[in-house]
C-alpha cells in the first residue's frame, strides 16, 4: 500500500496548471536521485546556500542568486532586504518599520485580483499604489519617488492593460535611488525570460521553483544584480544567527527555511532546465490544445471552443502555454467543474474569466483522452446551452 493510500488521499488529474493548490508540477527521477543523495548526509547549510546559489549564478550567466522556499518567500525576502539594507538592528526590529524606508510601489493595475501584494505587508512593507483604473503614467511614478520609498514591486503580469513598461519603470526607479524587485514566480516558460528581468537592470528577481522549472513545491530563486541585496536576503534567513547588542538573534526569513533535499532538488531541476528544448514543448502542447479542441467539437459541434493564448490581462499563468478555453454560462462552468472533482479519478479544472479553461501545461496523453471523455459525458447528461 502507497503513501497516498494510507492516508487516503487521491491522486488528481491536473488540468489547470502549475498550481501550488495542486502540487506544482511533477518532479523528475533525476531531482528525486538528487535529494536522496544528500538525505543521509549532513552539510553546513549556509555553505551549502551560499554555493548553491553561486552556481545557479554561474549557470545562468547572472551576477547572484539565492534558493529560496517558494516565490513568496523570495518576495518577503527581497522586499525586507530592500527596506533594511542589510542593517542587523533594521533587520531584528522587522516587521515593524516606522522610521525605515519602508514604503513599496506597486502599480494599480498589479494590484487587481493580485492576492500576492500581501506578502509586501509581512516583512512590515507599506503599500504605495500608482496610477488609476485608467492606466499608469511615467508621472505617476516619478511623483511616488521619495525618501520613504524602498522599492517599486513590479508583478509580471505581461500582456497588462494599463500598465507602465518595465524597462521604464526601472530607469524612474534607478533614477530616485530606489531598487526594483520582479515577482515572475510563474512566468516560464519562456526560458528566456529566467535572465530576461536581470538584462532588463531589475534588482531582484523571484521565481517559484514547483511549477516549470520541475523542483519541488516549496522551492524558488532570486536573482540579482545588487550583490548588497543579495546578502542582505542571506542574512534576512533563514539560516543566520547573528549577536545584535550582544542578544543571539535570528531574522524574518528564519521561518522561511529550506531543507537540503530541496537546494539539490532545485539545482538538479534547474539543470535539467536548462538543456530542455522548449520549443518542442510548446509545440506539443499547441497540438494537444487543438486535438482537445477537434474531439470537443466532433461531438459536440455547437460547443463554443477555442484556444487561448497571450490573453491580456491573464491571470491564469504564464500566457504562453495554450489552454482550451470553452464559452458557457456561469452556472455550467461550476457544475462541470464541480462534476469533474467528483469522478474517479478526481479532474481538475480551472475558470478564466467566467470560461472553462483546459491547461495543457501539466496533462500528459492518456489524462487529454480521460479529460475529453468525461467532459463529453458530463456534457450529454447536462447539456451546456
Same mark, same amino acid.
Given at each position: ?14 488540468? /489547470? ?56 518567500? *523570495? ?18 526590529? &522587522? ?29 512590515? *512593507?507599506? &503599500?504605495?499604489?500608482? *496610477? ?6 511615467? !508621472? ?62 531589475? !534588482?531582484? @528577481? ?11 513545491? !516549496?522551492? *524558488? ?54 538543456? @530542455? ?10 497540438? &494537444? ?62 475558470? /478564466?474569466?467566467?470560461?472553462? /479553461? ?28
Amino acid at each position: 500500500m502507497g503513501i497516498l493510500e494510507r492516508l487516503g488521499v487521491r491522486r488528481i488529474v491536473n488540468a /489547470c496548471g502549475t498550481l501550488t493548490v495542486l502540487g506544482g508540477n511533477r518532479v523528475s527521477p533525476s531531482v528525486i536521485e538528487a535529494m536522496r543523495e544528500v538525505a543521509e548526509s549532513f552539510v553546513d547549510m549556509n555553505e551549502l546556500l551560499i554555493k548553491s546559489g553561486e552556481y545557479v549564478a554561474r549557470l545562468l550567466n547572472v551576477p547572484g542568486a539565492l534558493v529560496t522556499s517558494g516565490a513568496g518567500a *523570495g518576495l518577503v525576502l527581497a522586499v525586507a532586504s530592500a527596506i533594511t539594507g542589510g542593517d542587523v538592528e533594521k533587520m531584528s526590529m &522587522l516587521p515593524f518599520t516606522e522610521g525605515m524606508r519602508n514604503e513599496v510601489v506597486v502599480q494599480y493595475p498589479h494590484t487587481v485580483g493580485n492576492p500576492y501584494v500581501y506578502f509586501i505587508n509581512i516583512p512590515g *512593507g507599506k &503599500l504605495k499604489v500608482v *496610477g488609476s483604473p485608467g492606466g499608469v503614467t511615467e !508621472d505617476d511614478v516619478k511623483n511616488a519617488m521619495s525618501e520613504k520609498v524602498a522599492a517599486v514591486v513590479h508583478f509580471q503580469y505581461e500582456p497588462q492593460e494599463g500598465e507602465l513598461p518595465l524597462s521604464r519603470v526601472i530607469e524612474i526607479a534607478h533614477d530616485h535611488g530606489v531598487p526594483v524587485i520582479v515577482d515572475a514566480a510563474a512566468e516560464l516558460p519562456p526560458v528566456t525570460n529566467l535572465t530576461r528581468f536581470i538584462k532588463m537592470g531589475a !534588482d531582484l @528577481v523571484v521565481f517559484s521553483g514547483g511549477k516549470d522549472i520541475g523542483a519541488p513545491n !516549496d522551492t *524558488g530563486l532570486i536573482l540579482v544584480n545588487n550583490l548588497k541585496l543579495l546578502e542582505a536576503c542571506r542574512l534576512l534567513g533563514p539560516f543566520s544567527y547573528i549577536n545584535v547588542n550582544g542578544q543571539v538573534r535570528v531574522f524574518i526569513g528564519r521561518a522561511m527555511k529550506i531543507s537540503k533535499e530541496d537546494i539539490v532538488a532545485f539545482v538538479a531541476a534547474l539543470e535539467n532546465y536548462v538543456k @530542455v528544448n522548449h520549443e518542442e514543448r510548446l509545440r506539443v502542447m499547441n497540438e &494537444l490544445a487543438d486535438y482537445i479542441i477537434s474531439e470537443l467539437k466532433s461531438t459536440l459541434p455547437k460547443l463554443q471552443v477555442r484556444k487561448r493564448v497571450n490573453a491580456p490581462n491573464e491571470r491564469v499563468r504564464p500566457v504562453v502555454v495554450p489552454k482550451v478555453e470553452i464559452e458557457l454560462p456561469r452556472d455550467r462552468v461550476r457544475l462541470y467543474i464541480e462534476l469533474l472533482k467528483r469522478g474517479d479519478p478526481p479532474i481538475y479544472l480551472c475558470e /478564466c474569466d467566467g470560461h472553462l /479553461c483546459i491547461s495543457t501545461h501539466t496533462l500528459s496523453k492518456d489524462e487529454t483522452e480521460l479529460v475529453i471523455e468525461r467532459l463529453r459525458n458530463i456534457m450529454n447528461k447536462y447539456p451546456p446551452y
